[in-house]
């Protein structure tokens, strides 16, 4: 968050250690009702961000266990009330891009006890995203398979048998396993996504 900070940009967004979140809560000196399950409370910022950052803490009753949640912003707002609006009315792209890569490339299912396993983990999983998304617009887009999210191309697509045949440092012929019932779209595909741009 700090890179983003010193470089100018706004920032609302939610933590997601909820340990931290409970701590945060313990410090909250008044609760304000926000809806009927749920209350804001501000805190001073645990770290120096450089620049102003404001923390706000949610309360919530939920199957009569109270669940905190923090929420950290730049935005000069002059309400608690009003910053949460804003943070609800965000785009749901990053959720949806998340929820995809999370079952589209396995991101639950793999986890490394170091961090720096963990962070050359993520950096692979940034890179095979960007690399889905340039597959899908460059090939599929117009396909049969332009409804797929990255789990079916995932599953369904690249995991179909064959082999990139080059002759001359040059793809000269894709052949896949015949039997899988997508092998003539996806060829096409292949080919196109192959081509010289």
């Given at each position: 968050m700090r890179w983003l900070l010193q470089r100018g940009y706004q920032v609302v967004a939610k933590g997601m250690n909820h340990r931290r979140a409970a701590a945060l809560a313990r410090r909250v000196r008044r609760w304000d009702a926000y809806r009927s399950d749920s209350w804001l409370g501000?805190?001073?910022p645990p770290v120096d961000y450089g620049r102003p950052v404001r923390v706000l803490v949610k309360k919530q009753l939920k199957k009569g266990v109270y669940r905190h949640s923090y929420y950290l912003s730049t935005l000069a707002l002059p309400s608690k009330r009003l910053l949460m609006?804003?943070?609800?009315?965000?785009?749901?792209a990053e959720v949806e891009q998340f929820r995809n890569d999370k079952s589209g490339l396995g991101l639950e299912a793999r986890r490394k006890h170091s961090f720096l396993g963990q962070k050359g983990y993520i950096l692979l999983t940034d890179l095979a995203h960007n690399l889905l998304a340039d597959f899908y617009f460059r090939a599929l887009l117009g396909s049969p398979f332009e409804d797929y999210g990255p789990k079916r191309i995932v599953r369904d697509l690249l995991a179909t048998p064959g082999r990139l045949v080059f002759e001359n440092q040059r793809l000269a012929r894709v052949e896949l396993l015949s039997l899988?019932?997508?092998?003539?779209?996806?060829?096409?595909?292949?080919?196109?996504?192959?081509?010289?741009?």
């Open positions: 501000e805190v001073s609006a804003r943070y609800d009315d965000r785009g749901g899988k019932q997508f092998s003539k779209d996806l060829v096409e595909c292949l080919q196109t996504y192959c081509a010289d741009p």
